[in-house]
């Protein structure tokens, strides 16, 4: 099932190569180590995550993109590195 991020202000999160996270609403960017995540089964309960955590779940989507997305997931990998 596909899914989506959101900023607490409502806006839709993008995901750069950099391994930033942009809101395209507000504009607030910083790298994913500075982020909290919630999920659908626990809405509003933020959590930290470490780098292994974050590269194995982006990992599991490597296998439904194609050679382009590919080498965009690796430059995101590669810049987990500092975390």
């Known amino acids: 099932m596909a899914s989506y991020w959101y900023h607490d ?3 839709p999160l993008e995901l750069g190569s950099n391994a930033s996270i942009r809101c395209t609403s507000c504009w607030e ?3 994913v ?3 909290r ?3 659908s089964n626990h809405s509003g309960d933020y959590r930290a995550t470490n780098s292994a955590l974050f590269a194995g779940s982006m990992s599991m989507s490597a296998a439904l993109v194609q ?3 590919r080498r965009w997931l690796m430059s995101v990998l590669t810049n987990l590195a500092d975390w």
């Open 9 to 11: 202000c409502g806006g």
């Open 29 to 31: 960017e910083s790298h």
């Open 33 to 35: 180590s500075n982020w």
């Open 37 to 39: 995540y919630s999920c």
């Open 67 to 69: 050679a382009g997305g």
